[in-house]
């Protein structure tokens, strides 16, 4: 069965963060930020990592150098990309200003970090235990429709050695969609809970995993953290308010 954890805060420089520590044995440094620590104001405030949502461009810029020092790499290092809700897969190392996709993949050791950024979608870090090669992917509901998280795997050899780490998002609870969503799902048992009349709650999470499992990865190789973005007060979250702030899942070889 897949394993639900409770991340723990670590204090880096300026930022509390919230590290991976099931990836760890992989060599892997990992970790989940919060919205706090940042020079951004409201609604943004502070620590918001999006330069499409409306906040000034100056801050951002300031709050990803602060993530870059708190992952230990010069900022030019940290790799980002503009996430469209598809499953495009991109190498970290062919990264530009204008690329687009919602999946990074890395066997770079040379102090390169990847960073995935949401307000409510599922981040998800992958690490292969057999290789050098681990992907970060953003989720959301018309991402896994799409399967990307199928698209990300088949850049590993072998599923069954992946090991894979689901950040906060949304709760099933908190997630209430309409009728042009919900058919998408409606084949995922558990996906979807009748919430009245046309409406449903669905689980993102509850998708991706069982979406992982038919790829091959091992159910006890699967880690989910418990904390979510309801309420947007640890985590930026969009269905809490609009415009907000986005977070971001990091992850980069360590030494």
């Known amino acids: 069965m897949p394993s639900d954890v409770v991340l723990s805060a670590e204090q880096r420089g300026s930022l509390t963060v919230y590290p991976v520590e099931s990836v760890r044995a992989f060599g892997v440094d990992a970790f989940v930020t919060d919205r706090f620590g940042g020079a951004s104001s409201s609604p943004y405030d502070t620590l918001n990592l999006g330069d499409h949502v409306g906040d000034r461009l100056e801050d951002v810029s300031e709050n990803r150098r602060r993530v870059a020092i708190a992952v230990g790499v010069d900022v030019t290092r940290l790799v980002t990309v503009r996430q469209v809700h598809g499953a495009d897969v991109l190498d970290a190392s062919s990264v530009t200003p204008s690329s687009e996709a919602d999946a990074l993949i ?108 038919h790829s091959g990865v091992r159910d006890e190789f699967i880690v989910r953290s418990q904390q979510v973005t309801d309420g947007g007060e640890i985590f930026f979250s969009d269905r809490a308010a609009r415009p907000c702030g986005r977070f971001a899942l990091v992850a980069k070889w360590a030494p």
């Open 106 to 213: 890395s066997d770079d050791r040379d102090d390169v970090a990847l960073a995935i950024l949401v307000a409510d979608c599922v981040p998800l870090l992958l690490v292969d235990a057999s290789s050098n090669r681990f992907a970060l992917v953003h989720a959301g509901w018309r991402g896994l429709r799409r399967g990307v998280l199928a698209e990300a795997l088949r850049h590993f050899d072998d599923a069954t050695t992946v090991h894979v780490f689901l950040g906060p998002s949304i709760s099933r609870e908190s997630y209430q969609v309409g009728p042009e969503v919900a058919e998408h799902f409606h084949d995922v048992p558990g996906a979807l809970v009748a919430d009245g009349g046309d409406r449903s709650r669905l689980d993102l999470r509850h998708v991706a995993t069982r979406q992982l499992t």
